[in-house]
C-alpha cells in the first residue's frame, strides 16, 4: 500500500512536539499541534477580561510553545515562514480534527496513564490506517496499545526522535508484535528519505538503543572520573572532536541536555534493568545526587558543571566544578604527553589506536573507557538489537560520534580490544571469542565498494541493508579513486560521472584542490559525463586558504598573490565554463570561497543543512574567487523591468558587506546563494552525493550545452556607487561599523557598481573579475585586513578592528 504523508497531527506541545511539528512543516507536511487547555487564566489574560472559555485560552499552551519553538536559536525551522504550516489547538476541542490526518504522533508527558488515555481518546477520531505513534523514550511501547482495537495496534509503532529533532539524525522505529511489516517499513524508508534521519530498527527495550549504550557510557565514566582522579576540563578534552565526538563532549554535553533529563533516563535503566551485568553502573554517583540536590542542572538553571560568571571588568568566564569539593574555579589548561605526541596523526581512527596504547594518564583512561563499552556493546546483542551495525548507527546519528562502538573496536583492533576488557576486568560477551577463533579479526569489512558487517547469528558477514540508496565515499575511495594528490581525490562514481573530494585540513581551498579541480574538469572533459563536486568531511568547505594568503601578504609577494587570485577566479570560471555539467553539493559549512564554488555550479544538490556565506569580511578583504562578481551578476538578472534596480544590488551588496551566513539550504535560496527551480535539497545528507550524481546524469542526458561566457551584466556605476558610499558612511557615523570597515565597504560598492561609469553600462564577468581582484589584492596591503586575517588563524573568530 502506497502512503504519502500530507497532514499530522502532534498532541503535545512541549519542547520535543514542537519541534517535532517543525521538523516535519520544514519538509512540507501541515501540522495540526495540540494540547491540554489551560486549567486558569494567566495574568495577561485576566487583565484582559477574558475566561477560561475564549479560544485564545483555550489554546494558549500549544500557541506559546510553538511561538518558544519559533523564537529559539538554533531554529528548528529551515525557514520561520514554514510556521504557517502549523496549526495549533486543543485536545477538547480540536481532538476530532485527527480524522483528517495521515499521521498522528503523541509526545506528551511521560506518564503511561496519561498517554493511555489520550490514546482512548484519540480512538474515537482516528479513521482505520491512520498511522499512530509515540515519541517515548522510556515507557515499553507494547504497553501503550493495551485495551486498543486491532487497528490501532497494526498501525502502531514508537518513533523515537532525538531532541532537537532537526538537527539530531536518529530517529528510532520500535515496533510492537503487533504492527503491521508494511508499517515499520514506511517509516524506516519516510525518516530516511523524507525527514533526513538515520532511521534504526530497535528493539521494544528500556532506553530503545542509542540512550541504552549512551547514558551507560556517561554513567560509567562518571564513576570512573574519580577513581583516576581526572578533572572535568580533562575528561572534555579527551572526549570531545579530538576522538570523533561532539565539541560538547562529556560533561558540557550534560549541562546543554540538562542533568535532569540525564538522571531520568539512568534511573529508569537502573530501575528496568535489574538483570543488566552493569545494573549497578546507572546508579547516580555522590556527586551528581548532590548537583541535583541544589538544582545545579546545567544551562537551564545556569550552573552545572560548569558555570559561566562576569568578571568586575565586565568580561565573561566560564568556570568548572571540582568534583571533590564542588566548589568553582578558573578553567585549567588541560596538558598530557600523548595529546602532544598524537597532533600529527590526522586520520582519526590511527589517532585512536594511538592514543589507547599511549602509556599515560590519557592513554590509561582511554584504555579503560573502551574496555567498558566495547565489553556492553557486546552483551547487548541480541537484546537490543540482532544486528552490531544498529548499534553503531544509532550512536552516531543519536550521540553525534563519528565511529560507532564496533567502529571504534575496529580502528583499535580486535586484539587490543580483548586485552583491555581483560586488564579491566569486564567480561564481553561469547561470541565475540568464538568469532575470534574463527578467524574474523574485525566487526567490519569493504570488499568491492560494499560495506559488510559481521552477523552473530550466522557467524558470516551481510552486506549492510539500503547501501544501494547511498553512494559512501569512504567505502569506495580504496577502489574507484582515479587520481589524488595530497588535499584532493577524484573518485569514478560510476555511470560515467566523476566525483571531486576535497580532502585538505578543514576542507580549505588551496593550490592542490584548485589542481585537482582543474585535473577532475579535464579527465570529465576527456572521458567523463559530468563532474560532482562532493565531500563527506564535516564540512563542504571553510574558504580559502588563509595562512597561504597571509604569508604573501607578508612578505609582499604582490605578483604570486595575484596569480594565486587569478588562478582561483579562473578555477572557479572552469567550474561555471565546461564542456560536461558541474553539480555542486555543499554541506555543513560552506563558506567564503566553498560559497563561491557552489555559486559557479551548473547545478547545485544542497544537503538541508547547508550554512553558507561569503564571509569575507571578517579577515579584511572581499569575495575575491568571483564571489563579488557573480551577486553583482545575479543581482543584474534578478530585477524586473519595472522594479526598482537598486534594490537587488543592494540586497547582495548587504549579503557580502554584513557577511551573512543562510542557517539552512532553504535559507540559502532565500538568499539567492542557491537558484529555486534549479538547484534541489538533499534532506538526508547520506544520500547527496547519490542525488548529485543523478543530477549530473540528468543534465548530460538532456544534451548538457557548455555555456556561452556573460558579457551583458548591466552595473549601474555611480547611480549604485553613491548609494553604497552614503550608506556605509552612515553605518560609520553611527558606529555599526569601524573605519577599515568603510574602506572594504566602499572597495566592494566600486566593484558590485562596476567603478566609477558615468552612466549604466553592460559589462563582462572579466571586467568584474579584474576589478574584484585589483580590490583583493589592495585589501591585503592593509595594516588592518592582516590584523584580521592573523587573528582568525589564531582564534578561528573574526576581528573587527
Not at 324 to 343: D, G, I, Q
Not at 443 to 448: A, I, L, M, Q, S
Not at 449 to 455: H, S
Not at 606 to 617: I, K, N
Request: charged share 25%.
Amino acid at each position: 500500500m502506497k502512503r504519502t504523508i500530507r497532514k499530522a497531527a502532534v498532541l503535545g506541545s512541549g519542547i520535543m512536539g514542537s519541534r517535532i511539528a517543525c521538523h516535519l512543516a520544514n519538509k512540507g507536511v501541515e501540522v495540526l499541534l495540540l494540547d491540554i487547555p489551560p486549567r486558569e487564566l494567566n495574568e495577561r489574560e485576566s487583565a484582559k477580561g477574558l475566561t477560561l472559555e475564549d479560544p485564545s485560552v483555550r489554546n494558549r499552551i500549544a500557541d506559546e510553545n510553538l511561538q518558544n519553538a519559533v523564537k529559539s536559536n538554533p531554529s528548528p525551522l529551515f525557514d520561520k515562514a514554514y510556521a504557517n504550516r502549523i496549526k495549533t489547538g486543543n485536545f477538547d476541542d480540536h481532538l476530532s480534527k485527527i480524522s483528517d490526518v495521515d499521521w498522528v504522533i503523541e509526545v506528551v508527558v511521560e506518564r503511561l496513564d496519561i498517554k493511555q488515555q489520550l490514546f482512548e481518546r484519540v480512538e474515537k477520531y482516528r479513521k482505520p490506517g491512520t498511522l499512530i505513534t509515540s515519541n517515548t523514550s522510556g515507557i515499553p511501547i507494547h504497553l501503550m496499545t493495551e485495551g486498543r482495537s486491532d487497528d490501532f495496534k497494526a498501525h502502531f509503532c514508537g518513533t523515537h526522535f532525538f531532541n532537537p529533532p532537526r538537527y539530531l539524525r536518529l530517529l528510532e522505529i520500535i515496533p510492537t508484535p503487533h504492527t503491521k511489516s508494511e508499517v515499520v517499513d514506511f517509516f524506516m524508508e519516510y525518516g530516511d528519505l523524507y525527514l533526513g534521519k538515520t532511521t534504526v530498527l530497535a528493539k521494544d527495550t528500556p532506553a530503545f538503543i542509542a540512550n541504552r549504550i549512551g547514558i551507560y557510557g556517561i554513567m560509567d565514566l562518571f564513576h570512573q572520573v574519580k577513581e583516576l582522579d581526572m578533572t572535568i576540563e580533562e575528561v572534555d578534552k579527551l572526549t570531545g572532536t579530538l576522538v570523533g565526538r561532539p565539541k560538547s563532549a562529556t560533561f558540557r554535553t550534560c549541562d546543554v541536555v540538562g542533568l535532569d533529563t540525564l538522571v531520568h533516563v539512568a534511573n529508569g535503566l537502573h530501575k528496568a534493568c535489574p538483570d543488566d551485568e552493569k545494573n549497578e553502573v546507572f546508579a547516580l554517583p555522590s556527586f551528581i545526587d548532590k548537583m541535583m540536590e541544589n538544582q545545579w542542572l546545567g544551562d537551564k538553571t545556569r550552573q552545572g558543571f560548569y558555570k559561566k560568571v562576569k568578571n568586575e571588568d565586565g568580561s565573561s568566564e566560564i568556570l568548572a566544578m571540582d568534583l571533590n569539593t564542588m566548589e568553582y574555579s578558573s578553567k585549567k589548561r588541560v596538558k598530557f604527553p600523548s595529546l602532544e605526541a598524537a597532533k600529527p596523526v590526522t586520520d582519526l581512527k590511527e589517532r585512536i589506536a594511538f592514543l589507547a596504547k599511549y602509556k599515560d594518564k590519557a592513554g590509561e583512561f582511554y584504555r579503560r573507557s573502551y574496555a567498558g563499552l566495547f565489553a556492553y556493546v557486546t552483551n547487548r546483542i541480541p537484546e537490543i538489537s540482532d544486528e552490531l551495525f544498529r548499534i553503531d548507527q544509532a550512536m552516531r546519528a543519536g550521540f553525534g560520534w563519528e565511529l560507532g562502538p564496533f567502529e571504534l573496536w575496529d580502528a583499535v583492533g580486535l586484539d587490543n580490544g580483548l586485552k583491555y576488557i581483560e586488564e579491566r576486568g569486564e567480561t564481553a560477551a561469547d561470541w565475540v571469542a568464538k568469532m575470534k577463533k574463527n578467524g574474523v579479526s574485525s566487526f567490519y569489512k569493504t570488499e568491492g565498494g560494499v560495506r559488510y558487517y559481521y552477523d552473530v547469528q550466522t557467524e558470516e558477514y551481510k552486506a549492510i541493508p539500503g547501501q544501494d540508496a547511498y553512494i559512501i565515499l569512504d567505502t569506495i575511495r580504496e577502489t574507484k579513486t582515479v587520481w589524488a594528490n595530497k588535499e584532493s581525490s577524484i573518485i569514478d562514481l560510476g555511470d560515467g560521472i566523476l566525483n571531486f573530494e576535497i580532502r585538505s585540513k578543514m576542507n580549505s581551498l588551496g593550490s592542490g584542490v584548485l589542481a585537482g579541480l582543474n585535473k577532475a574538469i579535464d579527465m570529465a572533459e576527456k572521458d567523463y559525463r559530468g563532474l560532482v563536486i562532493g565531500n563527506q568531511g564535516t564540512n563542504f568547505s571553510v574558504g580559502a586558504n588563509l595562512a597561504m594568503i597571509f604569508m604573501m601578504a607578508i612578505e609582499q609577494e604582490w605578483d604570486e598573490l595575484n596569480f594565486a587570485i587569478k588562478y582561483f577566479q579562473d578555477t572557479m570560471m572552469r567550474v561555471r565554463y565546461s564542456d560536461i555539467p558541474v553539480v555542486v553539493a555543499p554541506h555543513g559549512m560552506s563558506l567564503g570561497g566553498g560559497c563561491e564554488m557552489t555559486l559557479h555550479a551548473d547545478a547545485v544538490q544542497a544537503a538541508a543543512e547547508t550554512y553558507m556565506g561569503l564571509v569575507e569580511f571578517g579577515v579584511g578583504v572581499i569575495p575575491g574567487g568571483g564571489g563579488t562578481k557573480e551577486l553583482t551578476l545575479r543581482a543584474s538578472d534578478r530585477y524586473l523591468k519595472d522594479d526598482v534596480e537598486l534594490n537587488s544590488y543592494r540586497e547582495n551588496f548587504l549579503n557580502i558587506g554584513m557577511a551573512k551566513v543562510a542557517t539552512s539550504a532553504t535559507e540559502a535560496m532565500n538568499m539567492g546563494y542557491l537558484i529555486k527551480g534549479r538547484d534541489h535539497i538533499s534532506m538526508n545528507i547520506d544520500r547527496q552525493i547519490q542525488d548529485a550524481k543523478r543530477k549530473a546524469i540528468l543534465l548530460a542526458d538532456m544534451g548538457y550545452q557548455r555555456p556561452i561566457e556573460r558579457t551583458d551584466i548591466k552595473v549601474l556605476g555611480q547611480q549604485s556607487l553613491g548609494m553604497f558610499r552614503v550608506g556605509a558612511f552612515q553605518m560609520m557615523e553611527g558606529h555599526y561599523i569601524s573605519e577599515h570597515d568603510l574602506k572594504m565597504t566602499e572597495k566592494l560598492g566600486w566593484v558590485m557598481s562596476g567603478g566609477d561609469l558615468s552612466e549604466p553600462t553592460l559589462v563582462s564577468e572579466q571586467y568584474l573579475l579584474k576589478l574584484e581582484r585589483e580590490a583583493f589584492l589592495s585589501l591585503c596591503g592593509e595594516k588592518k585586513t592582516l590584523e584580521r586575517i592573523q587573528h582568525m588563524l589564531k582564534t578561528g573568530k573574526p576581528l573587527r578592528n
